[in-house]
């Protein structure tokens, strides 16, 4: 029914978005000319903006973070995505990889593309009633529950990742293969990269999409002590690559994005050793003023990066310039599908989606990781001012100084100086606080969202837009995830999820809430809610909603009840992000 041209007065949050989209209006117009005149009132918008959207910032200057403005879709096939970006499905699945490589699914599914090979037979893992028999079928699951092509389900037509993949497209998919081994424990335990199982499914999904037509790439920037091949070789990228190239004909891509790999001795990087890198090369992306680091330019000349060798980063992030080398092939695609695995972190909290963007890297000592100092120096390299904090700081930034120059005596030299640093100082793997492995780290969140702001707004030059440039989807392997010390040297904890969704953002609170984790007592996820100029999410926090096969799991994510998987965090986390036990999180969205 029409409504007659005079009508009621609007309701307090009719007004509140009626304002909003006027004030976007003005926004996107003030920086369409900016010029030094118009500086100012671009300013004064962007300020009542952030009034507007939360009015107690007027007072306070901080609280929960308000949502951010709305997506200007370039690509008309981004609105569906964009209008979905609220809902996450999350699959419960089975609490162990049990399917041989190539992981072929156990049921002959209608739309499954490799007619007459490689489905193995059906096997009994006796999960829950509720739960998906396997990992093929929980990832299925989760691309249903999230509605996606519901109307051709289980039928030979389903296409769920039509949306997002289309014929022809380039479409690089971005696990986590961080290392082949854990710093105190033997094994990987399947806690440590993303399983082949999972990575495996989802190629499947990219390969109906894409009809045969288009190029689907697997990469990732590896630690930068980590053997590639020893990772590929635990996922099983091989047999996966030739199965697609037997039973398909299609040449799947994989590619290490390092140019280079360092040497370490007991962890003391002592050298380096090129490698192909990324074959499209590296661009250059500047955020300038957009950066997050731009916020505290008065600090930059602290931060530290993955070298003893500070000056590299510096020039890197300095003034106006907060600039990454970022691999051009991630920058080439259409669609970048996140395939993270569900990990705690030393330095953010969590590892999921935002964080799994460091391996787009292509020199991760441009990545700045902590601020050298103590809390009152303006460091977030220690938890606290005491004596033994700043005299290590001393005593390390002189070794630092001096190692680079030591040439051939760097490998001879390294494990004895690194085991006496233990002796004095204490041990990071165990439970000494320090290189900003705490809740207290104020810098490695701003630069995985700045990642996470080019992955979307920056084309194959390292040129900004003002619209996202590129898909993006998401599919979390929580099967077994990793806690405590993570993302390094975690302990395994079945989980028995698949979570997806199509914004990093949203998918990573709805993953934070699984583990036990407030989203706000996670900068790296709190932040991104806050009003942007390059928006990372188009939806509040509370307006969240989980879809699941598991009744626990599904629902509005502040009504969720108590800890739910209860992740223990890393030590350095430890009693300040998780959610308090057996309470809802209204606090945190009322």
């Keep these: 029914m029409r409504r007659s041209a005079t009508r009621e007065p609007q309701t307090g949050t009719e007004f509140h978005f009626l304002t909003v989209a006027a004030l976007n209006g003005a926004r996107r117009a003030a ?19 952030e009034i507007v959207e939360n009015p107690s910032t007027i007072f306070t200057g901080s609280a929960v973070p308000p949502p951010s403005a709305p997506w200007q879709a370039a690509d008309p096939r981004m609105l569906p995505l964009s209008q979905a970006a609220g809902t996450v499905a999350v699959a419960r699945g089975p609490m162990t990889y049990d399917a041989p490589p190539p992981y072929s699914p156990t049921r002959a599914y209608p739309e499954y593309p490799h007619r007459g090979a490689g489905q193995t037979a059906s096997t009994s893992l006796g999960p829950p009633a509720s739960a998906c028999p396997d990992v093929y079928d929980a990832v299925r699951e989760s691309l249903l529950l999230l509605g996606l092509d519901a109307a051709r389900f289980d039928t030979p037509a389903w296409n769920p990742l039509a949306l997002c993949v289309q014929p022809g497209d380039t479409v690089v998919l971005k696990p986590n293969l961080v290392r082949e081994f ?46 590639f091949d020893a990772v590929c070789a635990i996922v099983q990228t091989r047999a996966i690559r030739d199965f697609f190239q ?22 003391v990087i002592v050298g380096h050793r090129p490698l192909p890198g990324d074959p499209a090369g590296y661009a250059r ?12 330019n008065d600090l930059c000349h602290l931060l530290y990066g993955s070298e003893y060798d500070t000056r590299e980063l510096h020039s890197h992030q300095q003034g106006d310039v907060h600039e990454y080398l970022i691999s051009r092939t991630v920058l080439l695609a259409d669609c970048v599908i996140s395939l993270p695995k569900l990990k705690t972190h030393k330095k953010t909290g969590l590892t999921v989606n935002m964080k799994n963007l460091v391996g787009i890297n292509g020199n991760k000592n441009w990545l700045p990781h902590h601020r050298e100092g103590t809390p009152s120096q303006g460091g977030d390299q220690f ?67 700045d990642l996470n702001r080019i992955l979307y707004y920056a084309d194959a030059e390292g040129r900004l837009h003002e619209a996202p440039v590129r898909k993006l989807f998401s599919v979390v392997d929580g099967i077994i995830g990793g806690e405590g010390n993570g993302p390094m040297d975690p302990t395994p904890k079945p989980a028995g999820i698949i979570a997806a969704g199509c914004n990093p953002v949203t998918v990573d609170c709805a993953c934070a809430r699984l583990m036990g984790l407030d989203f706000a007592r996670l900068p790296v996820l709190r932040n991104c809610f806050a009003a942007h100029a390059l928006p990372l999410v188009n939806v509040p926090y509370d307006r969240i909603t989980l879809a699941s096969n598991e009744p626990r799991c599904a629902g509005a994510i502040g009504a969720l009840p108590g800890r739910m998987l209860a992740f223990k965090p890393h030590f350095g986390w430890v009693g300040h992000v998780e959610v308090e036990q057996n309470r809802h999180e209204t606090r945190v969205v009322g």
């Design 246 to 267: 037997e039973s398909a004909g299609f040449n799947l891509e994989v590619i290490d994005l390092r140019p280079e790999a360092a040497i370490k001795v007991d962890g």
């Design 182 to 227: 854990r710093d105190t424990r033997p094994g990987h335990d399947d806690c440590l990269v993303t399983h082949g199982a999972v990575i495996r499914a989802v190629l499947d999904y990219v390969y109906i999409a894409l009809q045969g037509k288009g190029r689907i790439v697997i990469a990732d920037a590896s630690h930068n002590d980590a053997d």
């Design 285 to 296: 992306v500047n955020l300038g003023e957009r950066s997050m680091f731009a916020l505290i």
């Design 383 to 449: 938890n606290d001012d005491g004596v033994k904090n700043r005299l290590e700081r001393s005593t390390v930034a002189k070794f630092k100084g001096v190692f680079p120059f030591l040439g051939p005596l760097r490998p001879l030299v390294a494990g004895p100086i690194k085991a006496v640093g233990k002796r004095l100082f204490g041990d990071t793997s165990v439970d000494r606080v320090r290189s900003g492995n705490w809740y207290g780290n104020d810098t490695t969140w701003r630069m995985v969202i």
């Design 31 to 49: 920086r369409s000319r900016l010029t030094d005149t118009a500086r100012p009132t671009l300013h004064f918008l962007e300020r009542f903006y």
